[in-house]
């Protein structure tokens, strides 16, 4: 039953895809000239993303905490990561920010010219010249007043356990000094782990936005992604 339904939902995505961007295009043309950050682009592909989950019967999304991310002003979103589908849930925030992801999804067709027309970062992992740029492009981004959102263990979970934060993110909060922003991400990894593309199970899915993290309160970055680690962990153990 669920390997069907996964065929048949794939398909629907891919064939809905152009006609989503087609939008998404036309708004960037119609406001690029004064919308430097490109937020309307940004809040459509929310809209479009959302449509995805609200659309399947077997998924469901509850949000917490939304209030505690800016509509402007610079911030380091972090978030752990098990799933494909934590970044279709989390386009539910609908809140201006830029993803850093992998540099291979930017050449997708379709799902990549949306990401660049939203100036998303994109990163290869392992190479330093890739860290530099990626670093760079980040804090053009939190000096025009774009938050960031990062997902600080590097790549998907294999069990759903949280794995080690890496510095990067927490450097460059420190460096702008703005608020880091721990985000909980519950019940992504059920319905589909890391490999595969097939669906396991319904998703009943909870984000929680926890409070801000000042880098002015830790002496070194390592201290904040410490406590930015410490505060998703300790949401991911509460019960519902």
Known sequence: MLRAFSYVYWVFLALTFPVFFAVALAIFVLTVAFDRRRVAVHLFSCFWASCYVWLCPLWRVRISGRGRLPWRGAAVIVANHASLLDILVLYGLFRPFKWVSKA???RVPVLGWNMRINDYVPLRRGERESVIQMMAHCRRHLAAGSPILIFPEGTRSKDGSLQPFKEGAFRLA????????PVALRG?????PKHGLVLRNRMRAR???LPALDPASFEEPQGLRDAARAAIAAALTRPD
């Open 174 to 181: 420190a460096e702008a000094g703005c608020p880091v922003i």
């Open 188 to 192: 992504t990894g059920e319905a589909l």
């Open 207 to 209: 984000i929680e936005v």
């Open 104 to 106: 291979e999804l930017f």
